[in-house]
Nanobody, 116 residues
């Protein structure tokens, strides 16, 4: 059974850093492309970052390039999103996702609030 559990959200000041974790079970994270999405109030969910299964190639939304870094720990079967230089517009619920046979699994999300 595929399960994704995000953690690490909270309140952070502008310019600060936060690391989100996505603990996966039911599959091996290195066998799948893993994604982080986010959804701010009143907005649709949007793709933030991806890490490919083949060689760990990463890709980022333009709005977070140079500030966010996606990585994975194969021993812990966990994917991370390191967020630096946070801005108020980064405030959102962040979700970890994986797709199997055309079905996209989502975690429950973790709330990040960037505010002074």
């Amino acid at each position: 059974q595929v399960q994704l559990v995000e953690s690490g959200g909270g309140l952070v000041q502008p310019g600060g850093s936060q690391r989100l974790s996505c603990a996966a079970s039911g599959f091996i994270v290195s066998s799948r492309t893993m994604n982080w999405y986010r959804q701010a109030p009143g907005n649709e969910r949007g793709l933030v970052a991806s890490i490919s299964r083949e060689d760990g190639t990463t890709d980022y939304a333009d709005s977070v390039k140079g500030r966010f870094n996606i990585s994975r720990d194969d021993h812990k079967n966990t994917v991370y999103l390191q967020m630096n230089a946070l801005k108020p517009k980064d405030t959102a619920v962040y979700y970890c996702t994986v797709t199997f046979f055309g079905y996209q699994y989502w975690g429950q999300g973790t709330q990040v609030n960037v505010s002074s």
